[in-house]
């Protein structure tokens, strides 16, 4: 079983809608969770992070995470076709300091229609 | 300001050929990381470096090697290509207390044949 599981889509939906990204994981011992955008042919970019368990909110995009169900969210409101684009979750079990890199979900490929 | 910068961005190797991917980031940051990320894969560590002169293996090194002789470069190095290694390979960095803050280059588009 992987360490972290994403559904890869495509997840396609229309302008306006709100968007729900998902990621579960199995070591408990994962403390930061991040989201990172990636646009086609692009590398990623920091969207989000969050430390443990809760709520985090960024204009439009909100990072929840569950740590007693290893479950992490990504809502998008009022979600625009420029936010068409690949979202990975990854996750940590340090801060920093001697660790060895993130590990990343595969990605869900999200389309937002006109 | 540039962040993160490879080169080159396209390359076609034959089999057993080598090369050496170049990263190169002007954040000062002290941590450095090169992933291959493929279809259905997602990205995957290869190697990484917490500082200058030091560097450790990830979760797919074999086949690699790296070097980072000065702290703001990270070279990446194919000694015979495979074609397995076909893939997109990025580079990334990030500050020493920051490790979910990572910034990532434009990504190498190589290709085995």
């Known amino acids: 079983q992987k360490e972290v599981e994403q559904d890869p889509g495509p997840l396609s939906v229309p302008e306006g809608a709100i968007v729900s990204l998902n990621c579960t994981y199995s070591n408990s011992a994962f403390q930061y969770f991040m989201w990172y955008r990636q646009y086609s042919r692009k590398g990623p970019e920091l969207l989000m992070y969050?430390?443990?368990?809760g709520n985090k909110e960024d204009g439009r995009f909100t990072a929840q995470v569950d740590k007693s169900s290893k479950y992490i969210s990504l809502f998008i409101r009022d979600s625009q076709p420029s936010d068409s684009a690949t979202y990975l979750c990854a996750m940590s079990v340090y801060r920093g300091g001697g660790a060895d890199g993130l590990t990343f979900g595969k990605g869900t490929h999200l389309i937002i229609q006109p | 300001n540039a962040g993160v910068t490879q080169t080159p961005k396209f390359r076609v190797l034959k089999t057993g050929q080598s090369m050496t991917l170049l990263c190169a980031q002007d954040?000062?940051?002290?941590?450095m990381y090169w992933y291959r990320q493929d279809p259905g894969m997602g990205l995957r560590l290869i190697h990484y470096?917490?500082?200058?002169?030091?560097?450790a293996k990830g979760e797919v090194p074999d086949g690699y090697n790296v070097s980072r002789l000065k702290k703001q470069n990270f070279l990446l190095g194919l000694e015979s290509a495979a074609p397995s290694q076909t893939s997109v390979y990025f580079c990334?960095?990030?500050?020493?207390?920051?490790?979910?803050?990572?910034?990532f280059g434009p990504g190498t588009r190589l290709t085995v044949t």
């Open positions: 470096s917490v500082g200058e002169g030091t560097t």
């Open positions: 969050t430390y443990s368990s």
């Open positions: 990334a960095s990030s500050p020493r207390d920051k490790l979910y803050e990572q910034y």
């Open positions: 954040m000062n940051h002290e941590y």
